[in-house]
């Protein structure tokens, strides 16, 4: 399995600014993944990274409200970025680890934001 | 589109009862099937991981069936204790091609009595 650590555990922000989230694995990984759960609601993928080249956004989500970096094989950037109380949500990021039963997907504690 | 959806969305059982969680899927095109618990306020814990060639996987207290052609899974849990209230989901990976690509249904609030 993989162990995931997210910075940070959660954040009250203002409206109008931005925040970094960080998200380490403790395995080199090809794609890590970026999903939101607002509240009441189950999750929703916003991206997917991969090292060395830019994310990849599914529908609903751009690079300017949510820019992603992947500088290495364990680590990825999530920002929020102008935030509006919209964005209150908690944020996970996940991986996939490729055992003998199949693929499967951990996910981080996730990253629990209010805003203001 | 893949829509997954759980049934019930919440349910509260005594102490020592088994459990049944249901979800269903409607492309039954899928590469696998997750379930999850998930606590309050916190990150998801992988449960079982069932393959779209297997019909069930067993891990203590939980088994996981899988009916691709009807788009169903179940998940038991037998013997019911009140560390196992918590919020189950279930997640389908459509194909090879979606590598991480979860649909996750919306999820079954459990609580367990004392």
Redesign the interface.
């Known amino acids: 399995s993989a162990v995931i650590s997210q910075k940070p555990s959660r954040d009250i922000c203002q409206r109008g600014t931005s925040l970094t989230i960080q998200c380490q694995v403790d395995s080199q990984v090809t794609m890590m993944f970026w999903y939101r759960q607002q509240p009441g609601q189950s999750l929703t993928l916003i991206a997917t990274a991969n090292q060395g080249s830019e994310a990849t956004y599914e529908s609903g989500f751009v690079i300017d409200k949510f820019p992603i970096s992947r500088p290495n094989l364990t680590f990825s950037t999530l920002t929020v970025s102008n935030m509006s109380p919209e964005d209150s949500s908690i944020y996970l990021c996940s991986v996939e680890a490729f055992r003998t039963s199949g693929t499967e997907q951990y996910f981080g504690p996730g990253t629990r934001l209010t805003v203001t | 589109k893949q829509e997954v959806t759980q049934i019930p969305a919440a349910l509260s059982v005594p102490e020592g009862e088994n459990l049944v969680l249901n979800c269903s899927f409607t492309d039954s095109a899928i590469?696998?099937l997750?379930w999850?618990r998930q606590d309050p306020?916190?990150?998801?814990?992988?449960l079982l991981?069932i393959?779209s060639s297997q019909r069930e996987?067993t891990s203590g207290r939980l088994n996981a069936s899988l009916d691709k052609s009807s788009g169903r899974s179940t998940l038991y849990i037998a013997a019911s204790q009140p560390g196992d209230s918590a919020t189950y989901?279930c997640?389908v990976?459509k194909t090879t091609d979606s590598?991480?690509?979860?649909q996750?249904?919306?999820?079954t609030q459990v609580v367990v009595t004392p």
């Open positions: 590469y696998n997750q999850f306020g916190k990150g998801l814990t992988s991981l393959q996987q989901l997640a990976q590598w991480g690509k979860l996750f249904g919306a999820g």
